[in-house]
């Protein structure tokens, strides 16, 4: 071989010897790159692994602390609850201590006071023990007396005996004598109202006139309103012209001065003339009839109670009465009412009739003047009875008749009665009737709002209501619940005096045929 092939092959194995070697470095350079690559992933998974188990360390840790201040809250709590239940038995233990101090000591109480009774009854005992020996030894006594001492001593015993059961008889015999007494006075109250039968008559403060054609409105007036005003200072009224068709209103609180206006106007619009002359003229002429009427009516009222003797003037002040009105009741048809149920109370008791009505008819005397003279109708009646030398009783009862003195005679009383009679009647006086009505009707309206109500009746004057309920619909349970709940409505929805009484009633019926 030439020489450049042997260097070729030595270049070429030096090249080999050089790559192998730079391998050789080169491998192991990587090999150390990836160990310590692997050593710091090793390293970083340690520390990765030394920090989660450090939280979950700490995580457990946190639980536990948790778990051990919920243990000792609900410990605590536990705690406490046994404490303050052993508080409450020692407290309860405490007052079970008390009362039985207490009871300790009430029966020592009571031992030393059945001691004493005891004693006392032993005392008791031997001085009955003595008394009786010493009665033994006085019936030994007697039996050596005369036939004349052992009766007076025998009668003697038997009048102390007789005594006390006559006292108790007594009582007994006042006690049986008070409740025919009563029941005799509500049968009298009762028989006089049933055969009382007055009318009543509801008045109010203005009257109506009834016009042929409106045109006549304009003539009342009259020019720049001559007839009018004359119309209204001659009579003391307010006459009210308005829209309201063929009607003009005579407004006076004065019912003499109210009815004279009426009769004036009706008698203008009859004679069609009307001017202030005329006017004068029509006024004049319904005074004096008015007044002929007061009389008619006093005397109608005499003739009606059958009380004669009475002063003329008195007659003309019952007359007046007739235009006169307490709460819309006419007072002089109250009057008449109260004379005729005196009268038949006075006659049950057998008191003096005609005493007793004329104090009835008198009683409201007063309020015929009353507007024009000061002082109460109860004052001015009784100044007008003396002032007419009425008799005592009748003056004391139309002073006793409302309570202002005390009654102390027995017309008084009936008079009293009476008027409290008259007053109260449903539907002697306007404002009871209309108020009467609309409170019954909404008393029913308000008990038959509630479901399974079939019928309800106000009854007793309004003081009581009776509900039908049906029997399919409300049990025996509920009707409790429904009556309170009827009574409750009642109070929220109505203004009523003294109180309702609800009743509740269910029926249950069954029926069959026997075939």
Not at 70 to 91: I, M
Request: hydrophobic share 40%; net charge negative.
């Amino acid at each position: 071989m030439s020489m450049p092939v042997w260097v070729a092959i030595i270049g070429f194995v030096v090249l080999f010897i050089v790559g192998f070697g730079a391998g050789i470095v080169y491998r192991r350079k990587v090999s150390e790159k990836e160990i310590s690559s692997a050593e710091d992933e090793a390293k970083r998974i340690i520390n990765e692994a030394i920090k989660n188990a450090e939280n979950k360390k700490r995580e457990t840790l946190l639980e536990a602390k948790e778990e051990i201040h919920r243990n000792r809250s609900e410990y605590e709590r536990e705690v406490r609850e046994r404490r303050t239940e052993l508080q409450k038995q020692e407290r309860r233990l405490q007052q079970k201590e008390e009362n039985l101090d207490k009871k300790t000591d009430n029966l020592d109480k009571k031992n030393e006071t059945l001691s004493n009774k005891i004693a006392a009854v032993e005392t008791q005992q031997e001085e009955v023990n003595r008394i009786k020996k010493s009665q033994l030894d006085m019936l030994e006594k007697i039996s050596g007396y005369s036939i004349e001492d052992a009766k007076n001593y025998l009668i003697d015993s038997l009048r102390t005996e007789v005594t006390h059961e006559m006292a108790v008889t007594v009582k007994e015999v006042e006690a049986q004598y008070k409740d025919e007494a009563d029941e005799k006075a509500r049968e009298i109250i009762a028989t006089a109202i049933q055969r009382c039968a007055a009318d009543h008559a509801s008045e109010v403060t203005v009257s109506v006139v009834q016009l042929p054609n409106d045109e006549m409105k304009g003539r009342i007036i009259g020019r720049e309103g001559r007839n009018i005003r004359s119309i209204e200072q001659l009579t003391g009224c307010d006459l009210i012209i308005d829209d309201t068709p063929e009607t003009i209103t005579v407004s006076s609180f004065d019912p003499v001065r109210r009815e004279v206006a009426r009769l004036a106007l009706e008698k203008l619009i009859q004679d069609g003339r009307i001017h202030p002359a005329r006017i004068e003229e029509m006024v004049a002429k319904a005074q004096k009839e008015v007044s002929a009427t007061i009389k008619a009516e006093g005397e109608r009222a005499v003739f009606e109670t059958n009380v004669h003797g009475l002063n003329p003037e008195i007659v003309k002040m019952l007359g007046r009465m007739k235009y006169r009105t307490s709460y819309g009741q006419n007072v002089l048809s109250h009057s008449i009412e109260v004379a005729q149920i005196s009268g038949l109370i006075a006659a049950e008791l057998g008191v003096d009739i005609t005493m007793a009505k004329r104090a009835g008819l008198l009683h409201d005397l007063g309020k015929a003047i009353d507007h024009e003279v000061e002082g109460s109708h109860v004052t001015i009646g009784v100044e007008m009875a003396r002032k007419f030398k009425e008799p005592e009783d009748v003056v004391h009862a139309i002073e006793a008749h409302h309570g202002d003195v005390e009654a102390h005679t027995v017309i008084a009383c009936i008079v009293q009665a009476a008027d409290a009679i008259s007053a109260s009647r449903p539907g002697a006086r306007r404002e009871n009737i209309e108020n009467y009505v609309k409170r019954l009707e909404k008393l029913e309206e308000i008990s038959k709002s509630f479901p399974g109500i079939s019928e309800s009746y106000a009854i007793q004057a309004g003081r009581e209501i009776r509900v039908m309920v049906k029997p399919e619909d409300v049990d025996e349970d509920h009707m409790v619940l429904l009556a309170r709940d009827i009574a409750k409505k009642i109070e929220d929805e109505l203004t009523y005096p003294g109180q309702i009484k609800v009743h509740v009633i269910r029926e249950t019926k069954a029926v069959e045929f026997a075939k």
